[in-house]
């Protein structure tokens, strides 16, 4: 379970989240939607313990990332939005690493590589440097890697982006039986369909608040649309600006 309360971060002067509160129960997919810079990424670094909070408090399964970022990290499979992965090394070397760091028995270790490596196609690239890989394959690396030591929290940073439709699918498949075991996890993404059809609750973050939070059922109930992009786009304003802003295109083209 995540819980979040009255979180606060500032960079510098600046607000980026003011406050925000919410919690990803045990058996359940928590969308974190948002425009661009409104502070997705942010939070889900501070619920891994990579950035430190201005004040709030965090704690994902009981444990407080500002106090124990090694546990959360134990705990936790993190897929971050720009893989950070060992450019110089093969996935190969790189899963190796992770076992070792994760603690993963040898065996365990090789019979998961191995699952994972078919089930998302990267045989053929398992000896090949990280660094010459394509951006899709690095995201499969970096997306094995946050799974191999079977974490029960996912915290996962737009980690459908660069998968090719079969993967994406698989990793679809994968997170509802994942909720199924009882696993909480908390996906960002900008594909809204996707956030739709896989996504228990919705929340909605905007100028560094939490604007709407719910089932899809509520949200459209909150905002008198029927999908999820329209629903977005009325909440944050931007519906009416659209059409403005390609009609001025047009005119200017
Ligand atoms: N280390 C940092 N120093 C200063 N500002 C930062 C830092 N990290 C993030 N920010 C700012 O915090 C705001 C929120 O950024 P964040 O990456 O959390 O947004 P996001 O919702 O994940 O965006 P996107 O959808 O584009 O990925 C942005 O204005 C960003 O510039």
Known sequence: MIEVERLLKKFGEKIVLNGIGFRVNNGEIYGLLGPNGSGKSTTMKILVGIVRPTSGQVLVDGVDPTRDSIKVKEMVGYVPEIPVLYESLTPGEFFNFIGSVRGIPKEELEERVSQFVEAFGIEEYLDQFIGTLSFGTQ??????????????????????????????RILRELLLEFKKEGRSIIFSTHILPLAEMICDRIGLIYKGEIIVEGTMEELKERAHEENLEDIFLKLTESKDEVYNIVQALKGTL
């Open 139 to 168: 995201q499969k690396v970096s997306l094995i890697s946050a799974l191999l030591h079977d974490p029960q929290v996912l915290i996962l940073d737009e980690a459908m982006n660069g998968l090719d439709p079969k993967s994406a």
